[in-house]
């Protein structure tokens, strides 16, 4: 997912990892600054648009060498979240560095992740402009509830829960999408969708022309 302008800049010093709150993490999470930034996949590539395979395997380099790589790619590219699928790799694994509304900061990895149902009668639905590494350069207004609970599973294969209000919320929902082959495009009417992938075909080359600069410079 990626982040609007203005919401750029807009996260204080609180702040919850794994869905924990801590007294003090670095700007730059210590898994980026292990990780290799890898090519984003773009909207029609088939492993965007299929559900990705549960991830059975827990505790293997493999699979904290990805995370890593991901949380790499992830800065790079000006993002807030970003899908195992966004990084052609067919796992369901997601992170995040996003704040919420209240401005709190939230960094984590999630394995498996299935989103709680909330009854109908309870959800507020929010329209906002919401964006996607994999299409870039264009937002579109979506709707979607304004709180998420995701369960799954870390690393190690330890439960976990993290809860989101807001944009989080938004940010949990739309990574959660991508593992089931669904991106935000895809709720959108068919004329939306078509003038939204007109946009993107027009800036994607501005779009990675940023992101191969920033990859290149140096980190920290």
């Given at each position: 997912m990626s982040v609007p302008s203005d919401r750029e800049g807009s996260v204080d010093?609180?702040?919850r990892v794994q869905g924990e709150p801590v007294d003090d993490y670095p700007r730059v999470v210590p898994e980026a600054a292990?990780?290799?930034?890898r090519r984003i996949t773009v909207?029609?590539?088939?492993?965007?648009?299929?559900?990705?395979?549960?991830?059975?395997?827990?505790?293997t380099p493999e699979l904290a060498r990805l995370v890593d790589d991901m949380f790499a790619t992830m800065y790079v590219a000006e993002g807030v979240g970003l899908a195992a699928n966004q990084v052609d790799v067919d796992l369901q694994v997601f992170v995040w560095d996003c704040p919420d509304d209240q401005g709190v900061r939230h960094v984590g990895h999630i394995c498996n992740p299935v989103l709680d149902e909330e009854p109908s009668g309870s959800r507020r639905l929010v329209e906002s402009d919401e964006g996607c590494l994999s299409v870039p350069g264009p937002y579109a207004p979506v709707s979607r509830p304004d709180h998420a609970?995701?369960?799954?599973?870390d690393l190690a294969g330890r439960p976990l829960v993290v809860e989101g209000w807001g944009y989080f919320?938004?940010?949990?929902?739309?990574?959660?999408?991508?593992?089931?082959?669904?991106?935000?495009?895809?709720?959108?009417?068919?004329?939306?969708?078509?003038?939204?992938?007109?946009?993107?075909?027009?800036r994607r080359d501005e779009v990675f022309a940023r992101r191969a600069a920033?990859?290149?410079?140096?980190?920290g």
């Open positions: 010093r609180r702040v292990r990780g290799t930034v909207v029609g590539e088939p492993v965007l648009h299929r559900r990705c395979r549960e991830v059975t395997e827990f505790g609970v995701v369960r799954g599973f919320a938004r940010c949990l929902q739309h990574e959660t999408d991508h593992l089931y082959g669904r991106l935000y495009v895809d709720r959108l009417t068919g004329r939306r969708r078509k003038a939204v992938l007109r946009e993107m075909a027009e920033r990859a290149a410079a140096p980190r």
